[in-house]
């Protein structure tokens, strides 16, 4: 039987994540780690918009956040290819981001990988909604990923940071700013957090 | 109390009446570099063009005037660029005196009585050669609120004055200035030695002070939503809301290690009976020559 080695954070954990990690465990143990699924809450609304809206934004604004994680740290691996990454980003955020390809993404190192689970996607938003629209809001991602790689090994990163976003004309939501950070130890909570 | 200390938290963002930005700007082709980090942070506004030029005014206009038709009081055309996070401002003294388009030779900030923003505009592109993407008006009492909803500024004084509303007067250093304190700060003329050209240069101390506290709070969950909607729902602009929040963020990219502020040199003179400033004009081209590209001014002002 396999022995995996963890890395990462080893302590401090609160109620919100998952518990620290032990140093060595089987295979067995965490082979079929439970994937936690992308939530997304409107924390705060600048302006007022109907209640009815509030729902319909969030789950756009989710799609959008979704296309992201989704194409930049999850999916099949190991993989070598991350171009969906940015389809919801605007021209220029995409030409910036392609440069940051290495921490907005897995693409220098998804080809050691075997696995990505999530174990945390959290993201909450704050809108801007002028006339009563919401035309842009900031979403502050705080994800925890249990990464397995192809030397049996299984390492804990982090992704926190903020995607910034403004409606199209068609309702759905583009990213044109980030300010993502990638640790491979628990960050604090303030700033880039959620 | 919180909501209005976030309020203003775009400092370019008072009252806005925007022109059409006419700079072409190419997007540099894009290139796929990996990091080979595991730790590290990744941080762009994608603003296209990354460089924004505003032409900022703080006007003299009294409750009930029209303050997109009144005098401005202070000059400053600052550009930001959202990928540095470099800036660069420039103080026209008030008094200048330059030719305003269809209006022959008058002190610079006439043209805002006789043509508003667009004329406004207009003339200090002529006058410095770089024409402004947006132009903004803020009163000063909008100017006060905007100071209040940061949470006052800190202002690094070169002199020391006297004024009623700070009992402990104006010291030379730090001065931490509530709303009323800076904006006296930024408007007070006669105790300075250079007159109209330090009270531009305190102005950029005012501006720099307001930037510091906007980066200190602007990752504070909300805070940039509220500013920006602030400026755009209580001040008569027609700057599109989606383009205000924008640049609302890529004002809070700025760092303000990379500001650099420059006053316009100019000759004290007369104009029939009106006290004038005579600016240096190449001076003016010279800076934007340099800075306009990209917001970044090296070497001499």
């Given at each position: 039987m396999?022995?995996l080695?963890?890395?990462?954070?080893?302590?401090?954990?609160?109620?919100?994540?998952p518990?620290?990690?032990?140093?060595?465990?089987?295979?067995?143990?965490?082979?079929?780690?439970?994937?936690?699924?992308l939530?997304?809450?409107?924390?705060?609304?600048a302006?007022?918009?109907?209640?009815?809206?509030?729902?319909?934004?969030?789950?756009?604004?989710?799609?959008?956040?979704?296309?992201?994680?989704?194409?930049?740290?999850?999916?099949?691996?190991?993989?070598?290819?991350?171009r969906?990454a940015?389809?919801?980003?605007t021209?220029?955020?995409?030409?910036r981001?392609?440069?940051?390809?290495g921490?907005?993404?897995h693409a220098?190192?998804?080809?050691?990988?075997?696995?990505?689970?999530?174990?945390?996607?959290?993201?909450?938003?704050?809108?801007?909604?002028?006339?009563?629209?919401?035309?842009?809001?900031?979403?502050?991602?705080r994800?925890?990923?249990?990464?397995?790689?192809?030397?049996?090994?299984?390492?804990?990163?982090?992704?926190?940071?903020?995607?910034?976003?403004?409606?199209?004309?068609?309702?759905?939501?583009?990213?044109?700013?980030?300010d993502?950070?990638?640790?491979?130890?628990?960050?604090?909570?303030?700033?880039?957090?959620? | 109390?919180?909501?209005?200390?976030?309020?203003?938290?775009?400092?370019?963002?008072?009252?806005?009446?925007t022109?059409?930005?006419?700079?072409?700007?190419?997007?540099?082709?894009?290139?796929?570099?990996?990091?080979?980090?595991d730790?590290?942070?990744?941080?762009?506004?994608?603003?296209?063009?990354?460089?924004?030029?505003?032409?900022?005014?703080?006007?003299?206009?009294r409750?009930?005037?029209?303050?997109?038709?009144?005098?401005?009081?202070?000059?400053?055309?600052?550009?930001i660029?959202?990928?540095?996070?470099?800036?660069?401002?420039?103080?026209?003294?008030?008094?200048?005196y330059?030719?305003?388009?269809?209006?022959?030779?008058?002190?610079?900030?006439?043209?805002?009585t006789f043509?508003?923003?667009?004329?406004?505009a207009?003339?200090?592109?002529q006058?410095?050669?770089?024409?402004?993407?947006?132009?903004?008006?803020?009163?000063?009492?909008g100017?006060?609120?905007?100071?209040v909803?940061?949470?006052?500024?800190?202002?690094?004084?070169?002199?020391?004055?006297?004024?009623?509303?700070?009992p402990?007067?104006?010291?030379?250093?730090?001065?931490r200035?509530?709303?009323?304190?800076?904006?006296?700060?930024?408007?007070?003329?006669k105790?300075?030695?250079?007159?109209?050209f330090?009270r531009?240069?305190?102005?950029?101390r005012?501006?720099?002070?307001?930037?510091?506290?906007?980066?200190?709070?602007?990752?504070?969950?909300?805070?940039?939503?509220?500013g920006v909607?602030?400026?755009?729902?209580?001040?008569?602009?027609?700057?599109?809301?989606?383009?205000?929040?924008?640049?609302?963020?890529?004002?809070?990219?700025?760092?303000?290690?990379?500001?650099r502020?420059?006053?316009?040199?100019?000759?004290?003179?007369?104009?029939?009976?009106?006290?004038?400033?005579?600016?240096d004009?190449?001076?003016?081209?010279?800076?934007t020559?340099?800075?306009?590209r990209?917001?970044?001014?090296?070497?001499?002002?």
């Amino acid at each position: 039987m396999a022995v995996l080695v963890l890395t990462g954070c080893t302590s401090g954990s609160n109620g919100n994540e998952p518990g620290p990690e032990r140093q060595d465990v089987t295979r067995g143990d965490v082979l079929e780690p439970r994937a936690a699924p992308l939530g997304v809450q409107i924390a705060s609304v600048a302006g007022q918009i109907p209640r009815r809206q509030r729902e319909q934004i969030r789950k756009r604004i989710a799609a959008t956040v979704s296309g992201y994680v989704q194409g930049a740290f999850l999916g099949d691996y190991p993989r070598t290819t991350y171009r969906g990454a940015f389809g919801d980003f605007t021209d220029s955020a995409r030409s910036r981001a392609r440069r940051d390809l290495g921490l907005l993404t897995h693409a220098d190192r998804g080809a050691r990988y075997v696995g990505v689970t999530p174990r945390r996607q959290q993201v909450r938003v704050h809108a801007y909604a002028p006339r009563r629209r919401v035309l842009g809001a900031t979403a502050r991602l705080r994800l925890v990923l249990l990464i397995e790689r192809d030397d049996e090994t299984v390492q804990r990163v982090w992704v926190t940071g903020r995607l910034l976003l403004t409606r199209t004309r068609n309702g759905s939501f583009r990213v044109f700013g980030y300010d993502i950070r990638r640790t491979s130890s628990r960050p604090a909570v303030a700033g880039g957090g959620a | 109390m919180r909501r209005s200390r976030t309020a203003a938290a775009v400092a370019g963002l008072a009252l806005l009446a925007t022109i059409t930005p006419d700079a072409a700007y190419q997007e540099p082709p894009a290139a796929l570099v990996s990091v080979a980090r595991d730790d590290g942070r990744a941080q762009a506004i994608g603003r296209d063009p990354a460089v924004t030029w505003i032409l900022a005014m703080g006007s003299d206009a009294r409750p009930g005037q029209r303050v997109l038709r009144s005098r401005a009081d202070a000059i400053q055309l600052v550009g930001i660029n959202a990928r540095t996070g470099h800036a660069t401002a420039i103080g026209i003294p008030r008094d200048s005196y330059v030719p305003i388009p269809g209006y022959g030779r008058n002190r610079v900030n006439a043209a805002l009585t006789f043509g508003g923003p667009q004329l406004m505009a207009r003339t200090v592109a002529q006058m410095t050669g770089l024409r402004p993407d947006y132009v903004m008006i803020t009163s000063f009492r909008g100017f006060e609120r905007m100071v209040v909803a940061v949470g006052g500024i800190t202002v690094r004084s070169p002199f020391a004055f006297e004024d009623i509303v700070r009992p402990q007067g104006y010291k030379v250093g730090k001065n931490r200035l509530n709303g009323l304190q800076a904006h006296i700060f930024a408007r007070i003329r006669k105790p300075l030695p250079r007159g109209d050209f330090d009270r531009s240069a305190n102005q950029q101390r005012a501006m720099m002070g307001i930037l510091r506290e906007i980066r200190r709070k602007r990752e504070r969950p909300g805070f940039v939503e509220r500013g920006v909607l602030a400026a755009v729902r209580d001040l008569s602009t027609d700057l599109n809301p989606v383009e205000a929040y924008r640049l609302g963020h890529a004002v809070a990219q700025v760092r303000p290690s990379r500001v650099r502020t420059c006053v316009l040199r100019g000759r004290t003179g007369s104009a029939g009976a009106a006290s004038v400033v005579f600016p240096d004009i190449r001076q003016a081209r010279s800076i934007t020559r340099r800075a306009g590209r990209d917001a970044r001014l090296e070497g001499r002002c």
